[in-house]
């Protein structure tokens, strides 16, 4: 469809942005705050998790299948939270280790370790010289955030529909030695809420780098989040490793912080036995013991993947609705305009939006004198620096469902805005 504002004469532009400034005077006049800036779960879903609080009551055994709670010890996690990670993720909960409640902090430490010790025996990557990290875009801005601290570059990838562009994967990873890592979000992608395809999985994992101490960091933060029955099914990477009789390639990580209480939960990594042991030993220079208490929560409280599961249904009744109204919203508002595309996701915490080129920065800055916070134009790009300047990361989860109607309609009336404004500057030369 054609941009309808390219369209109008030079007069009907202006009376179109008269009356479109006027819909925005009136907002700003009401005086609204409100935030859709970071995929947070809303009150509703956090209280799914209160009756975990009532199973540790003083008269609790602390102990898990022989392992301490009370006390040092059980470095890898207990026993029970490493095999519900592993059910959870479909490996072998020998290589596991669950430790913390951020699996980005388990992705923080993993590049630290690899820029000061090596990976496999190879020289620290602080000692090879250059580094450079792929980063499929738009993407997870604190993944980025995280290589860009160390001065590690990072190299933005165009994602498709089935995942990264693999061909361009291939030629870098395995032409370039330099190349260490990629982030991946394999499933319900943030922002663009894509699965990789099976081709897309098992690319990844006939991968043969040129660097031995190459990493896919694969963060798997969105394994139970469908929100409609029949969700994305995600190949396994590990299998798809031993199909190519690889070993040594993946760190695949994932977290409880969506599913119980953001910061009071459980984070996990898991990789072959060669580098789950290398994290280990890391691991056990960083940090003496795991929390666990809250890993005998989580498991008395989830107890399987069956529990999970069912768990995350009652998430999936509360989030629907939310990504409904954003279909909803942005079809009737904008969908007659020729101005914009957006994803419509099946799980995850995001729609990708896509507005003109040279828009995202105004339209971001507009819903903030409208009283409406969004995610910094940008963030989705490695450096904040969108090419284009056109994506915007739309988070339907934190507000109430009347809050976010309000968010949509004043997004409308800014993607709109901008978009006239921007035919009449480009008519204008």
Known sequence: MSNVYEEMTTAELDEAIRDLEEQADEIRARGLSLDMARGKPSAEQTDLSRPMLDLL???????????????YGAPDGLP??????????????????????????????????ALTQGIGGNRPWIAQG????????????????????????????????????????????QGDASVKGIWCVPKYANPTGITYSDETVRRFAALRPAAPDFRVFWDNAYVV????????????????????????????????AKVT???????????????????????????????????????????????????????????????????????????????????????????????????AKRIVALMRELGVTLTGAGATWPYGADPLDSNIRIA???????????ALDVFVVAVRLV???LALEARQG
Not at 157 to 164: D, E, I, K, N, V
Not at 326 to 339: I, N, P, R, S, Y
Not at 396 to 406: A, K, N, V, Y
Request: aromatic share 8%; with cysteine.
């Open 57 to 71: 009551t003083g008269d609790v055994e602390l102990s898990d299948q022989g392992a301490p709670v009370a006390n």
């Open 80 to 113: 029970s939270a490493r095999r519900l990670a592993a059910d959870l993720l479909g490996v072998d909960a020998a290589n596991v280790i669950v430790n913390g409640s951020s699996s980005l902090n388990l992705m923080h430490d993993a590049v630290v370790n």
């Open 130 to 173: 250059p580094v450079r990290f792929l980063c499929p875009s738009p993407g997870y801005d604190r993944h980025f955030a995280i290589t860009e601290r160390y001065g590690i570059e990072n190299v933005p990838l165009a994602m498709t529909p089935t995942g990264p562009d693999m061909d361009e994967v291939e030629r870098l990873v």
């Open 225 to 256: 989040h469908d929100l409609y029955d029949g969700g994305d099914q995600l190949l396994n990477i590990f299998d798809a490793l031993a199909e190519q009789g690889r070993t040594n390639l993946v760190y695949e990580f994932a977290s409880t």
């Open 261 to 359: 209480f953001p910061s009071s939960g459980m984070a996990f990594v898991t990789a072959s036995p060669d580098d789950i042991a290398e994290l280990r030993a890391a691991f056990s220079i960083m940090r003496v013991s795991p929390e666990k208490l809250t890993q005998l929560a989580h498991v008395r409280f989830l107890r399987d993947v069956d529990g999970i599961r069912a768990h995350m249904a009652r998430h999936a009744a509360i989030l629907r609705p939310r990504f409904d109204l954003v279909q909803e919203k942005l079809t009737q508002g904008l969908g007659d305009a020729g101005v914009a595309t957006w994803t419509n996701p099946r799980g995850g915490y995001f729609v990708s939006f896509e507005g003109p080129h040279g828009s």
């Open 396 to 406: 339907p989860t934190f507000p109430s469902l009347e809050s976010l109607s309000d």
């Open 419 to 421: 978009s006239a404004q």
